[in-house]
């Protein structure tokens, strides 16, 4: 299970921080997601690979930092000088190789 936190509305520049707990097993592959109105869920950063690879998507290259707790099965998404286009719902997603399991999205709003 995939539990998101730390969405919010934000004005444009601002900051936040989504959070994403997993319990009952660890994952080697832990990221995040967004979809906004009217679009498809897209990609937007993760452990990928075996889990030692970091991949951003290219708009939030520079403004966006994804890290993760071990110790508490926990990974985090910085997010920094949001546009309005952030704007999404954003999903935490998991598995052991590939994005096998979900969680039930937070919403980050950003105000222009």
């Known amino acids: 299970q995939l539990q998101a936190s730390g969405g919010g509305l934000v004005q444009a520049g601002g900051s936040l921080r989504l959070s994403c707990v997993a319990s009952?097993?660890?994952?080697?592959?832990m990221g995040w997601f967004r979809q906004a109105p009217k679009k498809e869920r897209e990609f937007v950063a993760g452990?990928?690979?075996?889990?030692?690879?970091?991949d951003y998507r290219d708009p939030v290259k520079g403004r966006f930092t994804i890290s993760r707790d071990n110790a508490k099965n926990t990974v985090y998404l910085q997010m920094n000088k949001l546009k309005p286009e952030d704007t999404a719902i954003y999903y935490c997603?998991?598995?052991?190789?590939?994005?096998?399991?979900w969680g039930q999205g937070t919403l980050v709003t950003v105000s222009s």
């Open positions: 997603a998991a598995g052991g190789r590939l994005y096998e399991y």
């Open positions: 009952g097993r660890t994952f080697s592959v």
């Open positions: 452990f990928t690979g075996s889990g030692d690879r970091i």
